[in-house]
């Protein structure tokens, strides 16, 4: 089979969905167990969507039509959500908690929503407005960014602006 960004982030939100549901199944008794699985997701959270923001959305906004800047900004969007508030507040909140519960059911919902929009819209439209080599190119590309310092410094800046947040929210007791 031929390689193919969108098969590979369609996996990745296929790892994702099943991070989420681990989650979702451990109780107030599982600290370090969910503390793990948060570790886990936003290893794979947060380089999928840096990479997403600066290579694959740009490229496919250069390409869309009209319902396709639609969705390239929601998306955009969604991922802020994410990043400044989402986690965050997951991070606030004790893991042996129902509030760490639930703020961690936001994000999975938020996470399957927007992956399934995704799949189901841009994704679509790109197998139009890419070529199969150039959707091979950017899953080549993808696969060498991940493991670059470039990859590390992107999610290292998104773990600690996370955590800024919920220090201060914390703190504040937000």
Do not use: C
């Amino acid at each position: 089979m031929a390689r193919n960004i969108l098969t590979t982030l369609k996996a990745e939100h296929d790892a994702l969905r099943e991070l989420f549901g681990k989650l979702e199944a451990t109780t107030e008794r599982a600290h370090k167990g969910r503390l793990d699985l948060l570790d886990r997701i936003e290893k794979q959270l947060i380089p999928h969507a840096k990479w997403e923001e600066n290579v694959f959305y740009p490229a496919f906004a250069e390409r869309a039509d009209r319902d396709g800047l639609k969705a390239h900004a929601e998306a955009l969007l969604e991922h802020s959500a994410f990043e400044d508030l989402v986690i965050p507040a997951i991070k606030e909140a004790e893991p042996d908690t129902p509030e760490f519960a639930g703020r961690a059911k936001v994000l999975a919902d938020q996470v399957d929503h927007h992956a399934s929009e995704e799949e189901s819209t841009m994704f679509r439209m790109a197998r139009q407005l890419f070529s199969a080599e150039e959707l091979a190119q950017m899953d080549e590309d993808y696969e060498a960014w991940k493991d670059s310092p470039a990859a590390d410094a992107a999610f290292l800046q998104t773990q600690t602006k996370a955590g800024i947040k919920a220090t201060v929210g914390k703190f504040f007791g937000h």
